[in-house]
């Protein structure tokens, strides 16, 4: 029985707390928050489960195995070392910490003490990501083209972090999974409107080998959109994560240059066939990842979004905000 | 009664024909393609129109009074050219020119000839661009704060320009209509995937006083999509030209910022109110823009599309250009 | 503090027991249901809550206020009669009785034991049911016309019950609570394809001065559909449930007749103007009317989702099941 | 060369001369309609085509073939039977006729003078149609269960006959295309708002085998809405003609029912699979309608929306307008 503290019971605390309570193999122990109003919350939702104030409940206790952190993401880094320092497991809320080298000290201390990190990349672990990725493993999709993603919603604006830092973490993780290339640079557009952090920006990562990834977030949008669309060579996909049911459409749509002679003479052809709304494996994602948490600090194995995959995230989000502040200028990776 | 030659009968030409040919006060005397099969379609198409191969029965002949160049962008300079020196008034296809020094010529070719250019910049003539111009002077929409569109769709590849010369001048004239505000820098990403032309790019104009655009164009979508959020203080703004009623959406959503003492003591209100989705006057938008011509030659007055707005246009398309090949680094325009 | 003992708990009763739970005023003494399995799901939800598989600990307990029915419709007549008999106020799920006369026994009994009977037409408690009712009262959209509401969607397809008394119930307490008018006439049609109960059906509700409604429920649809036109003189609405925002939309549309001298002299005249989506408020329908009910009892006052109401609905119900065997020919009501 | 007279040139006689026009193998001699001004139009539109103001011109030209009567249905009588009884082969808009007595009566003047009657059911030259068809005929869908559309919008009242008459022989034709059983009886209401015609109604119709259909149709509704639903055995499918792409979309949904000892013990399954939306064919459906009645013609071959075809509907007319008269008691058809 995995035995498990929680440290912030904010927004996404709760969610995290009710699906470690709900989840075999082990049990919520303690919940930590500074503010004694969330811990009645807390207390309220879960009685059997212990609360405190006091990061060291957390932190020291011998009883505890493995410390999720669920905090702003500049505490990220002090939390976590001091829980893998007392010989703890970690889960950390993404992005995973604030800079590169708190990624990469986090990742050098847990290989010393032999323990596992896992970042929650929430998204990995539904059924619309799992099934675009077999898409591209399988070869169905053939050579990847782009991938173009839109989230902007009304809110909800960070204190400390800007867009970026919020909401692209979802898609870098994402595009960090499904696709088998390094990225070689980072170019972020941007603005602030209204607290000195930006508001909306637009982001691309260049990829080898002619892949493109571009993704738009925005926190100042009247309609909420959660659009992605991924061109490849055979078939394209549209995924929609706000329907219902059809988030993933796959459309046997593509286009063929033959080469002519001269440059007049390329002829593009189009190709337009069916289209296909595959059905979706639907169970919440973040059950499904705090099982897998479970299970890798059970067997003690390295997940697929630990903290190297974190870092990885993060080390786009550096270069996406010096970018930002050079209006567009190309940073490498 | 005006009198206008028509060259190129390609994709556009036939819907500029057919306006011309049902607009009061003008007739079309004469179509100029070097195509037969086209020219026998216009024929067919307008029996009392007279057809010609060759670009002097239109540019030399007295009896036409302006010339409409429906032909691809390399070409525009030279046919204009030599229709303003022959005393035509002229229409030009967008984007006016390939070079800024190209319309910049024109212009004062034009200035000197006491004649009149017009871009076809047939989106500032739609009933939605006309009512979110009058939403924006009205003051309904309060300060501007970002004008983000996306205009993807499969196909219609071009031989000769790149995806941001074919699309993005329609964004582009649009926001020089609508923002009262200069353009500062422009930074602009992309890639081409098959015949060494860009076939998708994501430009940024930034403005003064924190207003920025962001146009995402591409060849290479899986579906169309034709839609545009407009950001603002006091209302905000959902395009979607795809829907055949209720293309504008206009939101009473924003968010307020109440400055406390720190950064952490920022308070960021939400406001969300009814939205309203105005009728729109939709008359054909090509019939309203070739009447404004019609006029504009008969008074010799100057259009608001004039030279100098597709002058501007192109200096935006230039600098996208460069930036594109430096992969976002961002270009004074 | 009023007490409340819920019989059922099935798929329905958790919702009713989580919102009895949490409204203030009451509490939830005791919940039976015949299935140990159910009670233990129950207990797991809200450990502070009492269980039983006997019915007489509930009906007769002196601690008890008032009983929540949440049982099969057949059942409800028992139920709520024995409840009533010993002097507790009831709470009883959709549709109120199997019968008209089972009704109408009920109303008399609670007439004559001072007691109250709420019937539980959750919609008439939604933001959307509560913006038409009063743009209905306020005359904003004139004379009313009709009433056409699609509600089908795959499953959940009930033993002892067909679609009629299923899904119909929901539009005629919203039509009943909307109009104020008595149904002249019923005609249902329909048809059974699986277990010997009518899976969809379309029924006609006719009111008197013109107005009609018309209810299509299907348990064998593709799809989910939750849409309801309503036709008016003035303005036109269109109530779609399944949006997440702009459930409600307000069409500034219609028709005039301008009478001629005779028939083919008839002008008609179409208006067509803005359409409008009026912000709602949303709070959870189900927690709206259990804090009413609880207002009700502590005051004895009668609700207006009464058992007369309830019967009302029933009448309608029986009268189509008639029309349905008839294949459609219209039963008085 | 077959030669064609069109009478009448008002809503859709436009489309019809514009179809046969361009049809090859025959060539629109001459239209012909009471209003100068409709005839300005035709010329001004096809300058090579005659006009008259004569019937008479038309129906007993010795160079006329074929006559299409697009005239209001009151009319079709007589000038389809002038036009056979002077030996013309005729094409004349749905419905076929305001009786199904005058229908007979042309069949059989056609069947004795050797001439074909086509009836304009445009529908059934649709992708849409042809793929829906193709379905069921392959028994992808397995047994059908029923049909439902819904086909409402603000307009056009007519002024002689009522909603049924105008809009729902789109639909039965369709169903007596695709459904090989025979309609056993009909039940519709309805209601008259403005001009004493029914303006709204809903007509079902009981076919053998416990397959149903149902048709919502309505001139008052603030949207257009053209959706169909198929429920059937092992596919259902969604007909969306609103659509611009992906009309048709097929779902692997469906419902088993296994039968246990009891009512009770009823166990109904469901299955829910992909969703796929084939590429239709969309050719122009009145081009293909037209190319193959001037096939007919030259083969003096039988089209399957032969006369024959459209009495079929017109009965099912007649019997919904008796039902309408009646509430909804079924007629017989």
Known sequence: MIKIGVIGYGYWGPRIVRNFHAAEGCEVTLVCDKSPEALCRAKKAFPDVGVTTELSDVLSSPFIDAVAVITPVRTHFGLAK?????????????????TADQAEELIDLAESKNLQIMVDHTFLFTGAVRKIRQLICSGALGNLYYYDSTRVNLGLFQHDVNVIWDLAPHDLSI?????DRKPEAVAATGQTHLNGLENLAFITVYFGGGMIAHINVNWLSPVKVRTTLIGAEKK?????????DEKIKIYDKGVQVNNGKGIHDLLVSYRSGDM?????????ALAEETKYFVE??????????????????VRILEAADRSLKARGAPVEV
């Open 276 to 284: 296909w709304a595959p059905k979706l494996d639907q169970p919440e």
């Open 236 to 244: 394209m996909v549209v995924w929609n994560d706000l329907e219902a």
């Open 82 to 98: 001091a829980a893998l320092e007392n010989g703890k497991h970690v889960f950390v809320e993404k992005p995973f910490t604030a």
């Open 175 to 179: 595009v960090d999974h499904l696709i």
């Open 296 to 313: 890798c600090v059970e067997k003690n194995e390295r997940p697929f979004n630990d903290g190297v995959s974190g870092l990885r995230v």
